[in-house]
């Protein structure tokens, strides 16, 4: 079920967080869009057209004017020419337009509705969803001046991300930090999945289901400061939760410790030990179709935890005595309602089919996904993964992808499930 990528129009004003916008053109990809790049005059003293150019292999636009409208291509105008109207042309083709950074300048232009460069006049001729996220000095970001642009784009129906707090390139500290490049392509994943996607054949085909998802590693405490832990990222779990919800299911994420930001729309349930997994896992069980348990959950905790930090000094070896932890896998197929699909995962380093079919057994699950963490630059710690996706009959092979794209094939064989269930 291979749909046509939705056009995303990515437009980069000058700042020095504009060379986060060349990640942001490569993570909308591995989320299956098709980014194109508007860059204004000031961008490219930061980052060359080029760059953008070959990331997105689409001619980057830099300017209003024939000779100059793009730089940097990597495929030939099909026209043969550049339009004199192509901000027109751009402005109706594309599904969404991004900004980011926005600056100052350009927030300015858009409540005003100045138009001096493409990339303004570009947002006065579309009607498709805009989104900004704004990045600038702490101080310019607070003027009074600012955030009334700001509240009047809002008014408008432009999407907001704030910027975030932190060191900025200035040298001072504090809010105006272009936001993390995973929570505006989750912003772009919410707005078009609001919006009529079946236009672009983007399907909605968990639309009426309620998907939940474990992400993440459990954390067992030894002591108030130290824990027992995995490398799970979470990026796997919330790659799932976040497809599901681009395809209409209704999501719940319980998630373990990570860095990640939650998928827009998705309601996350955050626990930290795999006893706290367990009970949120349980008491939501009743509202899901589809189960998904894609978390690193421990198999041991410390039997005796300490309540005070375990000082080395005195102790030169110590000991932890162990226990197992619930099989929370186990008891979701044992409670699930009947037509609930449950999907494990298997993170093996040796014989991984063989053990991934033999935990779907055991387990007695609808699916096991099953990857090889050994292999260096996929699994843990990485943004692509490869693996197998098992059931009693079939063994469906995963290549290397990005965890996008895997949840969308995991997704897609879920829904095959579904469908034979119901014959």
């Known amino acids: 079920m291979k749909a046509e990528r939705s056009k995303v129009t990515i437009g980069v004003?000058?700042?020095?967080?504009?060379?986060k916008s060349v990640e942001l053109v490569r993570l909308l990809q591995d989320a299956g869009?098709?980014?194109?790049?508007?860059m204004t005059a000031a961008a490219e003293e930061f980052v060359r057209p080029l760059t953008f150019a070959a990331i997105s292999g689409h001619k980057v636009i830099t300017s209003l004017w024939s000779e100059e409208a793009g730089t940097g291509s990597v495929e030939e105008d099909p026209t043969g020419e550049h339009s004199s109207v192509e901000h027109i042309q751009a402005a109706q083709s594309t599904r969404l337009l991004v900004v980011a950074p926005a600056t100052a300048n350009?927030?300015?232009k858009f409540a005003h509705g100045l138009a001096d460069d493409f990339l303004s006049t570009m947002y006065l001729a579309t009607t498709a969803p805009v989104i900004v996220a704004p990045a600038m000095n702490v101080k310019m970001w607070e003027h009074p001046a600012m955030q009334a642009n700001v509240a009047t784009l809002r008014a408008r129906g432009v999407k907001v991300i704030e910027p975030g707090s932190g060191y900025l390139a200035c040298g001072m500290v504090g809010g105006g930090r272009l936001a993390e490049p995973t929570a505006i392509v989750a912003a772009v994943t919410e707005i078009l999945a609001e919006t009529s996607s079946d236009e672009q054949g983007e399907g909605r085909d968990f639309g009426g289901e309620t998907v939940m998802v474990t992400a993440g590693g459990t954390r067992e405490a030894i002591d108030p400061v130290r824990?027992?832990?995995n490398r799970s990222s979470g990026r796997m779990g919330y790659a799932v939760a976040e497809a599901a919800r681009r395809r209409g299911a209704r999501v719940v994420l319980i998630s373990a410790p990570t860095?990640?930001?939650c998928p827009a729309g998705v309601e996350r349930v955050d626990v930290v030990s795999a006893?706290?997994?367990?009970t949120a896992v349980l008491a939501r069980l009743g509202e899901a179709s589809v189960v998904v348990m894609a978390a690193a959950v421990s198999d041991y905790r410390v039997k005796t935890v300490a309540t005070q930090k375990m000082k080395r000094e005195g102790s030169p070896a110590v000991s932890l005595e162990l226990e197992s932890t619930a099989d929370i896998l186990r008891e979701v197929v044992a409670r699930r309602a009947a037509g609930t699909l449950v999907v494990g995962f298997a993170a093996e380093t040796e014989d991984v089919v063989a053990n991934g079919r033999a935990k779907l057994q055991r387990k007695g699950v609808d699916a096991v996904v099953v990857n090889d963490v050994s292999k260096d630059g996929i699994g843990f710690d990485?943004?692509?993964n490869a693996g197998s996706f098992l059931t009693k009959d079939t063994a469906i092979e995963l290549p290397v992808q990005s965890k996008a794209k895997m949840s969308e094939r995991i997704l897609d064989e879920v829904l095959k499930l579904r469908v034979g269930a119901l014959r």
């Open 13 to 19: 004003c000058g700042g020095i967080a504009a060379y």
């Open 33 to 38: 869009y098709d980014p194109h790049v508007v």
């Open 106 to 108: 350009m927030l300015a």
């Open 227 to 229: 824990y027992i832990g």
């Open 259 to 261: 860095g990640l930001a």
């Open 275 to 278: 006893e706290e997994m367990r």
């Open 382 to 384: 990485s943004e692509r």
